[in-house]
């Protein structure tokens, strides 16, 4: 009697175990799917505005009085506004200040864009003459990268490391090719 109980507890205890295991895998697939949505999200409002902003310019492009570019240009910008913290990220060249435009809650809702204020709490920043757009509290795309552009949406960690890799084994050819050489004159 006692070895069938024993092997009942070991049924069960491998039962559980499988079950953690399934539970587990569930959850973290679920949260990828979460994760690839949320990005997807963010890349269409993006998106969205820098499809806006093309519109604005081409308005622009049209009438300039009576379609002005939306948004504050980074060199005036309000004393209200504050993005000292996403500046110092060096995102943008300080040459470049005058070509960034910050769209506010006030541009948004000129732009027809209404439901993207309460959506993102920072501000997105425009370049009107490569339609470029920057969400300046930056998202996480789905490769684990923190993101403030649109075109860094797909970037990959391994990416750096490629670099560096091909760097290295660069350098390692070149002392390869030294070291023969100095074998070949010794020799002779």
């Known amino acids: 009697m006692k ?9 069960l205890i491998i039962a559980i175990a499988v079950i953690i295991a399934v ?6 697939y679920a949260m990828k799917l979460i994760k690839k949505e949320n990005v997807k999200n963010v ?5 969205l505005v820098q499809a806006k902003v093309k519109i604005v310019k081409g308005n622009y492009s049209v009438n300039k009085e009576e379609n002005p570019l939306r948004g504050y240009q980074l060199t005036q910008l309000p ?3 504050n993005i000292s913290a996403f500046l110092e990220k060096n995102i943008i060249s ?3 200040y005058e070509k960034y435009y910050l769209i506010d809650s006030t541009a948004l809702e000129q732009m027809e864009l209404q439901e993207l204020i309460n959506k993102y709490p920072g501000y997105f920043i425009v370049n009107y003459d490569n339609y470029e757009v920057i969400y300046t509290e930056g998202y996480e795309n789905e490769n684990g990268i923190w993101c403030y552009k ?7 960690p391994e990416q750096k490391n490629e670099e560096n ?15 023969n050489e100095e074998q070949s004159s010794e020799t002779n």
């Open 3 to 11: 070895y069938e109980t024993g092997k009942g507890s070991i049924k």
């Open 23 to 28: 539970v587990i895998f569930g959850v973290n």
């Open 43 to 47: 890349q269409a409002d993006i998106l």
């Open 79 to 81: 004393e209200d506004v």
């Open 94 to 96: 300080q040459e470049e």
């Open 150 to 156: 649109i075109t860094d949406l797909y970037k990959k």
């Open 165 to 179: 890799t091909q760097n290295s084994n660069e350098n390692n050819e070149e002392q390869t090719e030294q070291n």
